[in-house]
């Protein structure tokens, strides 16, 4: 049960928050309007958005694939776009990044912005540029962005050892968020992006057959939910690994704050969903997004400090020709 006073002690927080919000953008030397006059004629943020609008007409998990995308890519040595580099032992060949899909979406859009203004816009850009299009898109905030960045030139796998699991504990994560700057509410309302977010069943599957090796669920997971996602979406034997999305059914790939409810049902997907619902740090949080409209304002203030960390800027990186490769 949510304690006595906490909804009003976390809206002055949340109010609190959104309010500071503007200095992440200012330390990082980004820009409102900053490609404004720098491609001809043509705009950079129409063709970006118009990208956008057209993959998600036949490709709605986009959304989820660039979120998924902006988050393991920030998260490691900034937003630079390293994530996107191929090559023996990048951060893209970690197994923490397996199951992140749209390297050929941004490649798409890089490549209409390279045959308007060559060697102009940089990956890491585009990629901010259009998570933010199809959250709006898909019913979630819409919310300024700034660009400037620079395109990192260095990817090693390693590196993605600073990105949580989906088995992590809540301790431990907001201790891994702390070390990038954010504190546990911030932590727990990126979260809030699996309400558009998809897994596979391999990600689950001791969770619905063998937890922590007694050969049964895991026994913080609604039994009817358990029961249909082992029926239906992760039957054992299946011959493919599975999608399985982490919202509900009647909400999926639609932004909202449907997955905290999920998470209060006892139907959170990932170990971690259901974590949040359940450690007293964060179960608060998770009752306060559920059952108020606050969500949307703090996801804004949340993601657009996440694109704002550790980026590179003035001369530092370079402008990449392939999103695939250094110059």
Not at 115 to 135: E, L, Q, Y
Request: proline content about 5%; aromatic content about 8%; some cysteine.
């Amino acid at each position: 049960m949510q304690p006595a006073g906490s909804a009003s002690r976390l809206a002055v927080l949340v109010a609190v928050v959104v309010l500071a919000s503007s200095s992440a953008c200012c330390r990082a030397q980004l820009a409102s309007n900053y490609y404004a006059g720098k491609c001809g004629n043509t705009s950079v943020e129409v063709v970006i958005q118009s990208a956008v609008q057209a993959r998600l007409v036949w490709d709605k998990r986009m959304v989820a694939g660039l979120l998924h995308m902006l988050f393991h890519d920030c998260f490691v040595q900034g937003c630079d776009a390293s994530l996107l580099l191929d090559g023996p032992n990048t951060e893209k060949t970690a197994p923490q990044n397996s199951g992140i899909f749209g390297y050929d979406f941004i490649d798409d859009i890089k490549s209409d912005l390279e045959a308007a203004c060559p060697g102009v816009v940089s990956c890491a850009d585009i990629i901010i540029a259009a998570t933010r299009d199809a959250i709006a898109l898909c019913g979630g905030p819409s919310y300024a962005v700034t660009l400037g960045r620079r395109d990192g030139m260095l990817s090693v796998s390693w590196m993605a050892g600073d990105l949580p699991s989906p088995h992590v504990d809540i301790t431990t994560a907001i201790a891994m968020f702390a070390k990038k700057g954010f504190n546990s509410l911030e932590m727990t309302t990126l979260m809030g992006a699996h309400t558009v977010g998809v897994t596979h069943c391999s990600v689950i599957e001791d969770r619905l057959y063998n937890h922590n090796g007694t050969g049964k669920p895991d026994p913080s997971m609604d039994p009817t939910y358990a029961w249909v996602l082992t029926t239906y979406a992760c039957p054992k034997g299946q011959p493919f690994d599975n999608i399985v999305y982490l919202d509900d059914p009647s909400s999926i790939l639609i932004f909202d704050k449907s997955y905290f409810n999920q998470i209060k049902s006892r139907r959170g997907v990932l170990p971690v969903d259901q974590a949040l619902g359940i450690d007293p740090a964060t179960s608060w949080m998770v009752e306060f997004f559920a059952t108020t409209d606050f969500f949307p304002a703090m996801f804004a203030h949340s993601i657009t400090k996440l694109a704002a960390l550790e980026v590179k800027t003035g001369t530092a990186g370079e402008i990449r020709r392939n999103c695939r490769f250094t110059n």
